[in-house]
């Protein structure tokens, strides 16, 4: 009997390896509360996780039982050039279809748990959770019959690398999020849409020349393209198109810093990218009066507002609000028409 014990804050999980190799471990695989309750893993959602390792006693006394090893520093990733000035990606000219694979059906594990793993050229049909450093997928097609996340990577894994990826519902299918992943995510040159919402934003995010638009919503959750709630810091999103023009669309790309999720976000870089709809196309400030502080080092330039959805970008307008802070500036951000829009 191995008897697991943690002092920690109230939102704990232990998790066991998905395929126990100690005879010691009699429990079943998955992810368990602190209450003890079970958590299917397609469910997971804790802030704090410890994983459950078990090592056989030999003569020689304890065995000690090492940590996970820190994910290697990634090789830096240069930035693209707009494919044509002014142009932005569209749902035809990113994606998988473009490269000219062609696609094999996909009969790996649905959870991923191998770092470094390489995922090239497959049509997969259900989705993936991401319990590894380091994984990418490329050249492919991920079409899930979820009602949850296409792509969940836990929050203690790093870099995940999506290129000339599609996201997309089966038919009939209203997945929630396309991406939900830890952090150093990186995506580009790739197609979401048809799901209800497109990438919840995690720290050191990357997204370029990618297209996320044309989702299906029919729950009563708020949707957008790209989404931080707060305290995500070190994000990029260059030569985009984010578009939100579903049920219940809070805007293309919603930047809020609340103070549940730790407050103000920081360093964010969004140049050259098209957005449309939402009841704004984005919101990027604070609410004073919910005690909010503002977002810092937004940088916002040589974007444009279109007209897909809304004749002013969103519903009632191109922008709700933008933090007023020294760190943050605002520049070159037109409508489609070439007019000045200011926050």
């Known amino acids: 009997v191995v008897t697991a014990a943690v002092s920690v804050p109230a939102r704990i ?11 010691f471990v009699t429990a079943s695989s998955g992810v368990y509360s602190s209450g003890g309750a079970y958590v299917p893993a397609t469910r997971y959602s804790y802030l704090f996780v410890v994983d459950l390792m078990v090592a056989q006693q030999t003569s020689g006394g304890p065995q000690p039982i090492a940590g996970p090893a820190p994910p290697p520093t990634p090789t830096p990733i240069p930035t ?14 990113v994606g998988w279809k473009p490269t000219g694979v062609t696609l094999k059906l996909y009969t790996g594990p649905n959870e991923i748990t191998v770092d470094g793993t390489v995922i090239d050229g497959a049509d997969i049909t259900v989705p993936l959770i991401i319990s590894a450093n380091n994984v990418t997928i490329r050249n492919s097609r991920i079409s899930s019959p979820t009602d949850w996340y296409v792509i969940r990577q836990y929050p203690e894994f790093s870099h ?4 000339n990826v599609e996201i997309v519902n089966q038919p009939g299918e209203h997945p929630d999020w396309a991406i939900f992943a830890g952090p150093y995510l990186t995506v580009r040159d790739s197609l979401i849409h048809g799901t209800q919402r ?16 044309d989702f299906d919503n029919p729950s009563t959750s708020h949707a957008q393209a790209i989404l ?10 260059y030569d985009n ?3 939100c023009g579903t049920n219940m669309c809070t805007a293309a790309l919603s930047i809020f810093p609340e103070n549940w999720t730790g407050g103000p976000n920081d360093n964010w870089t969004i140049d050259h990218n098209l957005l449309n709809g939402g009841s704004y196309a984005i919101y990027a400030g604070d609410t004073d009066s919910d005690g909010e502080r503002p977002n810092t080092h937004m940088t916002f330039t040589n974007n444009v507002f279109g007209h897909k959805y809304f004749p002013t970008g969103g519903e009632f307008g191109y922008v709700a609000s933008w933090s007023v802070d020294p760190s943050n500036v605002w520049f070159n ?11």
């Open 80 to 93: 693209p050039t707009p494919t044509a000035s002014g142009a932005f990606p569209t749902s035809s000219n």
């Open 228 to 237: 931080t709630s707060g305290n995500v810091n070190n994000v990029t999103l």
């Open 13 to 23: 999980a232990v998790r066991t390896p998905t395929r126990p190799t100690s005879s």
């Open 198 to 213: 497109g990438i919840y934003a995690s720290s050191n995010m990357t997204v370029t020349h990618s297209y996320l638009d």
């Open 241 to 243: 198109t984010l578009g």
């Open 160 to 163: 995940l690398t999506l290129e």
């Open 333 to 343: 951000n037109t409508n489609v028409n070439g007019q000045d829009i200011q926050p």
